[in-house]
């Protein structure tokens, strides 16, 4: 399937033939012989695509999602096996190959004991550093890779080839774009405050100035985002039960474009409704599609990369939850963007020239008003409650207040002292577990010193947490909620701002889609348990090069023989179209 690039690469590497003497045979040298490689590595990830999606809904696509489902290897038990389903830890996890025990970036934001207070997975303290924006923007704060504790697949690419390796990424998430690139990129772009930005970690590309002037976000004001299918294609009612949607929309579709006041210019709400709805896909579509061409990326000596995070599943579901019209049909909305993707990428990098891999950073648990009313046992985990009730269990036992500094997602941080206090007082520690244990929705509380090491004879949700598990960053105290219960951070007394989140060891949050379509790719459908932590060692075995964490292993079961990608017969990239999953 590369053998036209396979003999071009060879033939450029002749050396020039003396214009004196004989002339000369053109020897092909020793290097021709090593492996081909692909020219391009496009790493796709939708934010919060639950596995299940895939099954439910392929049926209503057409393009690219159809096409990589089709022409690609669908691992189809996929999931992470660690606890913090959240998005930074899914994309460094995506990018570098390593559980976050490994690459560090435990959560999207943590308790920072030293500073005492919390910081996000990317903000950067170095002062030297700084947020640029395209366009003339003007972004606030510092946001780079430095906390990422190993490399990602990219850098290693750029490092450990000939440097020829471009690295593009695009995500309207700094997290996301961000760990997809690693700690240097040609460019690192995200969305922030109506604007493209990046930092001055990475280089600017003249692309992305011209694409945010002539094509920027606002150009989608006043448009409406309208149901793309016949009403009856649908799998659920016109309004999801439990919802929060935007300022500005209402439960049901048509959902416009026109910010808070529908009049005037576009405002904060107009930017917020934007990323939640499939025009920012669209946009990020077109700004991968001007890489290609501005850079020429998959046509240059090296392996170029680029990496696009598709945010606006992740606002759709959290607004609406997993079982809307909004879900369904920004997925309709996505396929189409993808299929033009993938068609541009054939035209400019030549079909079987690239290898694409598309996953998802976690799922989403279902809005838990709509799972109670069909029965289940589901509800909220109110957390500034639980926090409460803690520093009162305390009280009996002379500890200061505040004892719990902060409970952010499962992680449990004691102000500085309490939990080394705590570990000698086993009467006062007790009571923090029954107190813990009473509120309604937990299951189970584990402490740091029991997931330290990661071993492997623990209960599957005990290891979850051991793989999330980074000293310094994770917490004291790990909370696991039950089943379909969502962990809430909302103040006491004021209603959520979202429908329904993430970020538990259970199946409906770690259980991703992964999909590999392209150079090397043997198709078919694959049942093995996998995790997204291989698609790195997937790519850099594609690239011929090792990455440093173990974490994650190769896919060798959806990688053609070695033989047929030296020397592939005429037919079998026609036959590896046609195969039937
Ligand atoms: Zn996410």
């Known amino acids: 399937m590369a053998a036209g690039f396979f003999l071009a690469t060879s033939i450029s590497f002749v050396p020039r033939i003396a214009a004196q003497g004989p002339p000369a045979r053109a020897v092909v040298p020793k ?39 089709e022409e690609g290897a669908w691992f189809r038990d996929a999931a992470y096996p660690y606890a913090a389903t959240e998005t930074c830890v899914g994309h460094a996890t995506i990018s570098t190959g390593a559980f976050p025990a490994t690459h560090g970036m435990v959560a999207n934001a943590w308790w920072d004991r030293q500073d005492q207070k919390m910081v996000t997975c990317t903000a950067d303290p170095d002062p030297n550093v700084k947020n640029i924006g395209y366009a003339g923007a003007t972004p606030k704060g510092a946001d780079t890779a430095w906390r990422m504790a190993v490399p990602s697949f990219a850098e290693e690419l750029k490092f450990q080839t000939s440097g020829a390796t471009r690295i593009v990424t695009f995500s309207l998430k700094a997290r996301a774009a961000i760990t997809m690139a690693g700690h240097r990129a040609d460019a690192a772009t995200w969305f922030d405050g109506g604007a493209w930005v990046t930092s001055t970690a990475y280089g600017t590309l003249p692309f992305i100035e011209e694409q945010a002037k002539s094509r920027p976000a606002k150009a989608d004001f006043g448009k409406t985002w309208s149901l793309s ?56 579509t077109e700004l991968a599609e001007r890489a290609v061409d501005a850079l020429k990326l998959g046509n240059s000596n090296g392996t170029d990369f680029l990496a696009v995070s598709y945010s606006s599943v992740d606002y759709v579901g959290h607004e609406f939850g997993p079982r809307s019209r909004e879900i369904q049909d920004i997925l309709v909305r996505l396929d189409k963007d993808l299929g033009n993707l993938f068609a541009h ?22 809005i838990p008003e709509d799972m109670q009313q069909a029965g289940a046992d589901a509800g909220v985990l109110h957390l500034p409650e639980l926090q409460e009730r803690i520093d009162k269990s305390l009280e009996p036992f002379n500890y200061a207040k505040p004892a719990v500094a902060r409970i952010s997602g499962s992680d449990i941080y004691f102000a500085p002292g309490v939990y080394e ?21 937990v299951a189970a509380l584990y402490r740091a010193e029991d997931l330290r090491d990661r071993p492997a004879t623990q209960s599957p949700a005990h290891r979850a947490f051991a793989y999330s598990y980074f000293p310094g960053r994770s917490g004291d105290l790990f909370i696991l909620p039950k089943p379909y219960w969502l962990m809430d951070g909302t103040p006491l007394g004021k209603p959520r701002s979202y429908g329904t989140g993430h970020g538990v060891p259970y199946n409906y949050d770690q259980h991703v889609p992964v999909l590999l379509m392209g ?12 995790t997204p932590a291989d698609i790195a060692p997937t790519f850099a075995a594609l690239c011929g090069i090792t990455l440093s964490s173990r974490d994650g292993h190769v896919l060798a079961e959806a990688l053609m023989k070695p033989r047929s990608f030296s020397s592939p017969p005429r037919t079998a990239a026609a036959q590896a179209v046609k195969t039937n999953p």
Request: glycine share 10%; net charge neutral.
């Open 519 to 530: 150079f090397g790719i043997q198709p078919g459908q694959y049942f093995q348990a996998i």
């Open 421 to 441: 206090k705590l570990q000698q007082d086993r009467a006062a520690l007790q009571a923090v577990f029954d107190t813990a244990l009473a509120q309604p929705g």
């Open 31 to 69: 290097a021709s012989k090593a492996p081909a490689r692909p020219k391009l590595v496009v790493l796709l990830v939708v934010d919060q695509m639950r596995g299940d999606y895939v099954d439910k809904f392929l049926g209503q696509w057409t393009g690219g999602l159809k096409r990589l489902v």
């Open 345 to 366: 990428l054939d035209q400019k990098v030549g079909r079987g020239n690239y290898v694409v891999a598309l996953s998802a950073d976690h799922g989403v648990v279902p």
């Open 229 to 284: 299918l016949p009403a009856s294609a649908y799998w659920y009612g016109e309004k999801a039960l439990g919802a929060v949607p935007p300022d500005g929309w209402d439960l049901t579709f048509p959902h416009p474009l026109r910010g808070k006041t529908a009049v005037g210019e576009p405002d904060n709400t107009f930017y917020e409704q934007w990323a939640s709805s499939p025009y920012a896909d669209t946009a990020m």
